[in-house]
């Protein structure tokens, strides 16, 4: 099985971690690394992961990557460049032929202009991930969803997965406001999803498996399950619960699906959305 989805960071490292000083945040304000991961790993039988970047810095790739260099559990990751630089291209290149580089993502959602995934500068960048085949992580709010249809359409060629299935306002058991654009969105077959942090999305303290299902099986309907694939989110996730909490809570959720359908989940999706080799 694969997680599709976490992350590492070392605290002394000279990377912006600003973001871990905002209110609640202070239980994952410490070094997590793959060690730590690793048990929560074999405890819910998992034997690969892909490590997902929380910068935008390039030392984070090179960082990252060594990671997954000395650690032969972690997959690969997916890692960051500037889209909308004129360097672009040229910051993928040093990326691009290491067997452990995966995908780009760019953290959309904390972009103050809720149109920045669409900035002409921005689709250039993408175009250049497009030529290359190289996949793009989607990290929406709901409110940023609306853009992915686009996307799809003007980027045929781009391997795209929406993070979180776009962070639905599950404390509140809201769909309004996301299933039609989200809906839209499975309609371009290079379009996926990481049923993925959604725990975090949901009441820290009192959530319940059950809460999560109406997005869970959403997002099956709408892009079936070898579109669908699992992550942790992790160590995100322990802001709301434990990585088995996660783990748990949706192969409860997928539980009447058949094997295949499981396997997808679990790992065909992944090992076919980043080009990984068995």
Known sequence: MIDSHQHFWQLDKPFDYGW????????????????????????????????VQTQHNLSENR????????????????????????ECETQLQEFIDHPKFLGIRHVTHDEPDDDFIIQPDVLRGLRVLEKHKVPFDLLFYVQHLKHAARLGRELPELPMVIDHLAKPKIKLQTLDDWLPDFKAASQHDNIFCKLSGLITEADWDHWKPSDLRPYIDAALECFGPKRCMFGS???????????????HALKEAVSSLSESERSDIFEGTARRFYGLSA
């Open 20 to 51: 871990l000083d905002a209110p609640g945040l202070a239980p994952i304000k410490r070094d997590f690394l793959p060690a730590d991961l690793k048990v929560n790993l074999n405890n819910c039988g998992i034997e690969k992961s892909i490590f």
């Open 233 to 247: 989110d992790w160590p995100v996730c322990e802001l709301a619960g434990s990585y088995e909490d996660v783990y």
């Open 63 to 86: 960082w990252a990557l060594q990671l997954a260099e000395e650690n032969e559990f972690i997959a690969g990751i997916v890692g960051w460049v500037d889209l909308a630089s004129d």
